[in-house]
């Protein structure tokens, strides 16, 4: 069993990896490595950038929601497949910082009151049921490929690398969508969703410029 101590290092460790530039590893290579380089113009790179920073931050709260969750909720038969689901969101987190440098730009400075906001988010509906906590995960995982659809249209269509991340990415986060369904979590009704709809506007509008 580990102590309170244990656990809060454990947490600010998982916090730096996703906050500090750089400090990920992701543990399958980014899907744009098997794509040559293509040249594009200024105004399509920064658009390029916005996009992939959004969708970055998107995996900062992913991070925050699963540390979240996993310090309060119980999650006696899935907290395997949790864990396995928190792994390839660093993956996801990887490959987006890896083609924001690549489009010469960097992760939005918001992300350290994404990650706290994130994490209280997870960590509470954890502390009320696990129902609700993998429900939680559901609806956002929900969020985030509706996301992914449409910045898959929105991104310059030279821009197949960064396409080729949240194509994976996309395939990924509806495996989640299913594991947190399946283990039981509930499933938001329309109201509660477009209330988060409009709350993850906040990020989407925000994270494309800073
Ligand atoms: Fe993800
Ligand atoms: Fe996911």
Partial sequence: MLSFIDKAVLQLDRALQTLVPRAATSSRPSPALLLDDVELTDKERKHAAGLMRINHTGEVCAQALYAGQATTAKLAKVRQDMQHAADEEIDHLVWCEQRLYDLGSQPSILNPFFYGASFVIGAGAGLVSDKLSLGFVAATEDQVCTHLDKHMTELPKS??????????????????????????GYEFPQPVMAVMTHISKVMTTTTYRI
Avoid: F, P, W
């Fill in 159 to 184: 821009d197949l690398k960064s396409k080729a991340v949240l194509t994976q990415m996309h395939t990924d986060e509806a495996k989640h969508r299913a594991m947190a369904l399946q283990a039981g």
